[in-house]
């Protein structure tokens, strides 16, 4: 067995060591963080704040528990983390063998320069092509979940998406120059997991009435403000320009006349699929 391989076969045993044990998943990233997080920018994680909030809000949110236990966890969601945690895994392994290889995952890759230079930019390529990845690996489990949820799916990646443009120094529009300053507070405003996410799942009728700013307070405001002016009118371009920034071409099938259609292994073949309705008209919700 030559080296490459033995060290996937390490990064799967690892990830597969914590796919029950949502904590350890966790702790596999937060321990990554403390080696390569950068911890002179953000705190002791750095450059992996975020990263770790939005897996702590997936824990206390039930998704990556266990299949076979009294609150279940999503088949999707646990995919798309364990995907996620092998990529990144390769890549630290790879880096601490001090071993060199050709052709390797276009995520691991990222995550390589991320090690090697670890910044913001670095950081969202290495992150925002394994989420993508992700996504694509975990395509027909999202058929699996409500409509809500996959609704849902579609929210959390372009506001993603949206957040690595500003740190691409990309703006769409007018209103988004304004934005555009990675470390301004727009890029904290899109990715406040509690503010923004609900802790509940999966998503009921009154969880998406919050995700998608029916909620009648300031927050939901905002958001909806965000949503309607800075990403949502221009999403085919964001999805053009996220395929060049993260090697993913992938991701344009996402995407559809300005409107998410992920998941995308049956969208084609039924137009009566959410996705259909998927705007900021919003979909029906009574």
Known sequence: MDQLKILEEEAKEI???VSDNPQGRYKLRYEFYQKYGDRFIKGNEGLGNSELAFIDWEIKRGTLNPTNTQQPGSPWWREVNSHFLYLATLAQLIKESREEFQDLPIPVSFWLDYINTPNEYSWYRAHNSSIISGYQVADSLAYNETIYEQYFMNIVLYRLLYAQSMVEGVSFGILGKIFANPR?????MITDIEAFYPSHY????EDIKYVTHHAHNLIGVVEDVFDKLFIVPHLNE?????????????????IKKNKPIYPISQSELSTAHFNKNLTTKKIPIS
């Open 15 to 17: 990830v597969f060591r």
């Open 184 to 188: 301004g507070c727009a890029v904290s």
């Open 238 to 254: 964001l999805y053009t320009e996220a395929a060049t920034w993260n090697n993913a071409p992938i991701v344009k099938k996402f």
């Open 202 to 205: 999966p998503l009921s009728k």
